[in-house]
């Protein structure tokens, strides 16, 4: 079965926002050779916030998980931008790597993480499977709960 990336969003019902316009003097994404290096990306959906404040104190571990998927949609959106809107052009999901603001007694990090890792993965298949870091602070931009980045190969 040979579904496109676009066909698998459908099927799954998942709708990705619009990408966000850089918050300073960076860009969403830098493509070197087959690589693009995702910017990080919060929990805004469609320029809104959600999930501002703080994983173990304002949400739990399912919320969390949330969060960090919504950053995830955030970065496919950026990736469909820097495939020219092809995101069959996505050879591999590298790398994430997730900041996520938690209390200091929140010490489920990696199962926070899984919002974002799980939906690469159900998204990309094996080509989704990824590398990962996920390390929990005390503030992020904006107040988010969570911020995502990424790295990708691209055909």
């Not at 910017?39 to 304002?58: K, Y």
Request: glycine letters at 10%.
């Amino acid at each position: 079965m040979n579904h496109s990336v676009e066909q698998r969003l459908l099927e799954l019902n998942l709708e990705l926002p619009n990408p966000s316009p850089p918050a300073g003097n960076i860009v969403p994404y830098v493509i070197a050779g087959s690589l693009v290096f995702l910017s990080g990306q919060s929990t805004l959906w469609n320029g809104e916030p959600r999930f501002l404040g703080m994983i173990g104190r304002d949400f739990n571990l399912e919320e969390a998980k949330e969060a960090t998927k919504l950053c995830a949609l955030n970065l496919l959106a950026q990736l469909r931008v820097a495939c020219g809107g092809d995101l069959d052009r996505v050879e591999r999901i590298v790398k994430v790597t997730g900041f996520i603001r938690v209390t200091d007694d929140f010490t489920e990090l990696p199962q926070a993480m899984n919002g974002a890792s799980d939906l690469m993965v159900t998204v990309f298949g094996d080509n989704g499977k990824h590398s990962r870091t996920g390390v929990g602070v005390s503030k992020l931009p904006r107040g988010s709960a969570a911020v995502v980045e990424a790295i990708a190969t691209l055909k």
